[in-house]
């Protein structure tokens, strides 16, 4: 039997070409895609420069304009002035009113708006979540990121945004929700929200992954070769991501912030039937919960730890 623990993407994908809109946000930019496709939506512009400015903070006023259109939230042209610093004369006074009556925002306490104020990561998904009206999970058990503790009135956003891949930790488990957000983040948190409401689907991240085809076992896999090292041996094939923070050296351990995929082969000498394979596999593997399930024509069974998050494919 085959063993992976974790799981390999094998579907491939048609990528959309577009050419640079902005100087400032280069086709070899981290964001580019996210960017170039808000701006053909006309749910983005630039700056009178024709700069985009894709490192500067995002402020309320922007983030409401961009939110409403790419979400279809209703805007209409005439509004009632309710905050003393959002009055019709402003750009943007239209879209943050669009924004008030549909929930997404409100004032402060002592009733401005504070347009200009920038706009955190947390306050980002809030908003966004409540604008593209996605099933938040009712409850968070664990913690999501290292910086986000489950009781966090954020958690749940940020568990729907990690499970649906539009959000991701840099190299020490982080996300930084009480940090400006960036026009270039705010984009891709967006784009990918928008992408996974129209698809139902959590977003693929493997779209520019490299496809590897293991000469010493039967399996193909692809992963990101960017940020995952690779150790093939006689029986199995190692791919890890090393913890940068505590500076792994080994994938045979697993740090806070690491991850592996380790694919091994047994021979199964016996010959055993997959029924009794997955017999002795329950028993000598206690605790789990286990999923048997058809992977690509092959009986396959799934033994699970949620508490690690740590997962075995048996195929």
Not at 172 to 188: H, L, N, Q, T
Request: proline share 6%.
């Amino acid at each position: 039997m085959k063993k992976l623990l974790a799981t390999g993407l094998f579907f491939a994908l048609s990528l959309t070409a577009y050419s640079a809109s902005f100087p400032d946000v280069p086709e070899d930019y981290p964001n580019f895609e996210a960017i170039e496709f808000l701006k053909t939506q006309g749910i983005i512009n630039g700056y009178d420069d024709g700069n985009f400015g894709p490192e500067d903070s995002i402020n309320r006023a922007q983030a409401i304009k961009i939110i409403d259109g790419a979400f279809g939230v209703s805007v209409e042209t005439e509004y009632e002035v309710l905050f003393p610093d959002v009055t019709k004369d402003q750009w943007f006074f239209p879209y943050v009113m669009a924004g008030q009556k549909a929930g997404l925002v409100n004032g402060y306490p002592d009733g401005k708006f504070r347009p200009e104020r920038e706009l955190t990561l947390a306050e980002s998904l809030k908003i966004i979540m409540l604008a593209a009206k996605v099933e938040l999970p009712e409850e968070v058990t664990s913690i999501i990121f290292s910086d986000v503790p489950q009781n966090e009135w954020y958690a749940k956003y940020a568990l729907y945004a990690r499970e649906n891949n539009i959000l991701g930790p840099d190299q020490f488990g982080k996300i930084y929700p009480d940090a400006p957000v960036s026009r270039a983040d705010f984009s891709e948190i967006i784009y990918r929200t928008m992408k996974v409401k129209e698809s139902g689907e959590a977003y693929p991240l493997n779209k520019t992954w490299r496809q590897y085809e293991s000469t010493r076992l039967p399996f193909q896999i692809q992963y990101d070769d960017k940020n995952w090292l690779v150790l093939e041996n006689k029986t199995s094939t190692i791919f890890y991501k090393p913890d940068v923070e505590f500076h792994q050296s080994s994938p045979f351990k697993i740090y806070p912030n690491s991850a592996t995929v380790t694919v091994t082969l047994d021979k199964n000498e016996a010959g055993l039937p997959s029924v009794d394979y997955f017999k002795n596999i329950k028993a000598a593997f206690g605790g789990a919960s286990y999923t048997e399930f058809t992977w690509d024509g092959f009986k396959a069974m799934e033994v699970l730890y949620p508490l690690s998050r740590t997962a075995d494919w048996y195929i």
